[in-house]
């Protein structure tokens, strides 16, 4: 058995072509192309959305801090 050569790609292209015709093609082309862009708008959102949920952490400079002294009392 034969992988597939150029010629069957090609024909392939030509059978979708003639039956869905070159307007059907272009328009799913825009969907599809819609589709994978609001699904990476909503990923995008999504992260924001967690790192904005996460609590923040203040890091202190420990080697230039004073020690703090106790009070007596």
Do not use: Y
């Amino acid at each position: 058995m034969a992988g597939l050569s150029i010629w069957h790609v090609v024909i392939f292209l030509i059978v979708v072509v003639l039956l869905f015709g070159t307007s059907k093609l272009k328009n799913l082309g825009k969907d599809v192309g819609g589709a994978v862009k609001d699904f990476k708008k909503s990923i995008r959102e999504d992260e924001e959305k967690s790192a904005l949920n996460q609590p923040k952490t203040i890091d202190a400079d420990v080697k230039n801090s004073e020690p703090v002294s106790s009070v007596k009392g």
